[in-house]
């Protein structure tokens, strides 16, 4: 049970936790007290003085800073004396004094803290007489944020976030005194990959977006809670809108997904949603060109063809290709759209059927991040296999490294490449590509090893020698050993592998071998596939593979297909499809006609590309014209996800919503799922769905 402490604040009693900071103990009885350096998510630094207020002390009441001072039993808190309010007065007019007057054309105007504490706490009255200090405008310290150092108040909480969680000091103070700047070194710019959360915590207009520099207003924009789709953490984020573009997006908190922090790509890499480039309307290739067409004359054509093609050769000879970057009600209706009308299993994403997956998602995100905040951490040991959070999630990476800076878990990385997780010195088994499935088991020997009497296990092992851990996989076993011993001490360790280590047979054997090691450990709950996309999950989820139905059901379910069947109104077809990559290879060969969805394999290989261009027939659903569409005998325009309403399911089987948060009348593009269901009925189906929550409920169903 939680040790509480009371305390007296303005003659009312409160009883927080112990070691609650004065500052919060305040906000539990609705007072304000104002703060620049102080934010929840840093340590206290007590820098900017705003936040002095009286306590009681061994010589009376004293001028303590409230943000940085714990409570105590009986403590006295004066937060509105006459001696308080001149305090504050004077901070505010220090800051004040070289602070430029540029508010009307500061993207901060509106939102800024130092305009609403000037107004509620500051002395209405200005006495400065001199010329105010100059200092650099419109600064570049990355290729995404601008720093202008005349409008920063020095709270230091943009070099407290690079240091304190991304671990990269790449801000600091220089000069002394009234001086006194925010600098990068010479030549070396912010290259976090989160750091543009250090704009949304700064508390004046010192640091900018640069891409959405001077593109609104605060009080004019329409703001959408959403969530990112650049990769599958699912961070939590908001869209803000005004005529009809995307004008910025911003974190959003939740403590049990992102905390309050997004990726720089998830930040500023959205500029293709306002792109002028974007389909508009239909595309029908005629006389050998894509030509502009009406919405019915193009899903006319693509159900005749289709329909042509299926009579002709088969409904096996037609695939589709579905995409992680999509939301769960499209990939789902394409999928049923393959399965009900066409008659085939051939539907796949990439790193779909390829790839040796597990069906269960992460165990928990929060108990990847809990370290940090309670005392006791869910995971003392996280093993990654092939697997980048630095590039390819990066506020897991975040997580992670502040986890294990504070004690709180250690890592073990499987990996071709040193990926920068390994400088921080757990072991790092650098196996030679396509050998981490020796290593693994010589891992689990190195483990079995310590039993008086052998198991099972150790026998199902007992190849993969020292010699060939050594010689094959280039991994010293002392480094290997290393890795047992930590594994061998941990409560609650955790394995997580990524799409780069688990293709074809290979990835098989892989799955196996960390299914055994986390069987050996007593943990098999606690092992993870971790996809790269937005709905890798979600894709599974719904059915969007060769061999699986919706809900991982396998083909040969009775149950499953009977529920299926009598919802659909259908039988369903029994055989397993092809993969993705079996689609490609074989498109002219045995696949004579593909509808892809959100996907551009053309871009990928160069005989995919060429396969492409012996289809009967290729279908391509896609916001741009891409080297895949332009190879398509019709092309129907989607629209983005910040467009339309979508569910997506996070690399923890967290299903969130998207809603919709902008729209461009102009445009004849339409939501993925609208357009499949508005096909179907082309193929005699009346699917009916009239929105994007109608689809989910079928999908729960």
């Known amino acids: 049970m939680t040790d509480l402490v009371t305390l007296t604040i303005d003659d009312r009693q409160v009883s927080v936790p112990k070691g609650t900071l004065v500052v919060d103990a305040a906000a539990k009885l609705d007072i304000e007290i104002p703060v620049f350096c102080s934010h929840p998510k840093l340590d206290p630094v007590a820098c900017c003085r705003m936040c002095l207020v009286e306590i009681s002390g061994p010589r009376g009441m004293m001028l303590m800073t409230a943000c940085s001072v ?50 509620q706490f500051g002395p209405g009255l200005s006495q400065l007489v001199e010329p105010k200090r100059l200092k650099n405008k419109n600064y570049l310290i990355s290729d995404t944020i601008v720093l202008d150092q005349e409008r920063c108040v020095v709270c230091w909480r943009c070099i407290r976030y690079l240091e304190e969680w991304e671990d990269k ?85 939740n403590m049990q997904v992102n905390d ?22 239909p595309l029908v290739r005629k006389e050998g060109k894509l030509q502009p067409a009406s919405w019915g004359e193009a899903l006319g054509v693509v159900a005749e063809r289709l329909q042509g093609i299926k009579q002709q050769h088969g409904a096996d000879a037609i695939g589709a290709i579905g995409s992680a970057k999509l939301s769960n009600e499209s990939n789902y209706l394409l999928q049923r759209f393959m399965r009900q009308l066409i008659g085939a299993n051939n539907i796949d994403h990439r790193d779909g059927g390829d790839v040796a997956a597990l069906p269960t998602g992460l165990p928990a995100l929060a108990d990847v991040m809990k370290p940090q905040y309670g005392p006791d951490p869910k995971h003392d040991v996280i093993v990654l296999v092939g697997l980048d959070p630095n590039e390819e999630l990066p506020v897991l990476d975040v997580h992670l490294k502040r986890a294990v800076r504070r004690g709180k878990a250690q890592l073990v990385i499987v990996h071709p490449r040193q990926i920068e997780l390994t400088r921080y010195h757990g072991p790092f088994l650098q196996a030679n590509p396509g050998t981490e499935v020796t290593l693994l088991n010589g891992l689990l020997r190195a483990l079995t090893e310590r039993e008086a009497t052998k198991s099972e296990a150790h026998a199902l092992v007992s190849g993969a020698s020292d010699r060939q851990v050594e010689q094959l996989c280039g991994v010293r076993m002392a480094e290997v050993r290393k890795a047992a011993d930590l594994l061998a001490a941990a409560q609650n360790p955790l394995l997580i592998y990524g799409p780069g280590v688990a293709h074809g047979k290979a990835g098989l054997a892989l799955r196996q071998a960390l299914t055994n090691l ?184």
């Open 260 to 281: 309050q922090w997004i990726c720089d790509k998830g930040r500023f890499a959205n500029g293709w949603v306002n792109d002028a480039s974007r389909l508009t309307m």
């Open 70 to 119: 714990p409570v105590a039993q009986d403590m006295v808190v004066k937060t509105d004396t006459q001696q308080v309010k001149e305090v504050q007065e004077a901070n505010l007019a220090f800051i004040l004094l070289n602070h430029p007057l540029d508010c009307p054309i500061c993207d901060k105007g509106g939102e800024c803290p130092l305009q609403d504490q000037t107004m």
């Open 518 to 701: 986390a069987l050996y450990l007593g943990k098999p709950e606690n092992l993870a596939y971790v996809g790269r996309e937005a709905n890798s999950q979600g894709c599974r989820d719904v059915g969007v593979l060769p061999d699986r139905l919706p809900g991982h059901a396998a083909l040969d379910d009775r149950m499953a297909s009977d529920l299926l069947g009598k919802l659909w109104s259908c039988s369903l077809p029994v055989h397993p499809g092809k993969t993705y990559q079996q689609m490609l290879d074989g498109a002219g060969d045995a696949i004579k006609a593909l509808y892809i969805m959100g996907a551009n394999p053309a871009s990928e290989r160069p005989a995919w590309a060429e396969n492409l261009d012996k289809l009967d027939f290729l279908v391509v659903q896609e916001l741009f014209l891409t080297e895949t569409a332009a190879k398509a005998d019709v092309v129907l325009p989607a629209v983005s996800w910040a467009e339309q309403d979508g569910a997506f399911t996070n690399l923890e089987r967290r299903v969130q919503r998207a809603p919709k948060a902008l729209g461009d009348p102009q445009s004849k593009a339409a939501p993925d799922w609208m357009i499949l269901d508005h096909l179907a009925a082309y193929f005699d189906a009346q699917w009916g769905h009239s929105s994007a929550q109608a689809v989910s409920a079928e999908i729960a169903q």
């Open 169 to 253: 000091p790449q801000l600091a103070l220089f000069e002394r005194g009234g001086k006194t700047i925010i600098d990068i070194q010479d030549g070396q710019p912010v290259d976090a990959k989160t750091s543009g959360n250090i704009i949304d915590i700064c508390p004046v207009g010192a640091l900018t977006n640069r891409v959405a520099r001077f593109a609104y207003r605060p009080w004019e924009i329409e703001r959408t809670p959403s969530i990112c789709t650049q990769c599958s953490m699912g961070c939590n984020l908001r869209i803000d809108t005004r005529t009809h573009k995307l004008r910025r997006v911003i974190g959003r908190e």
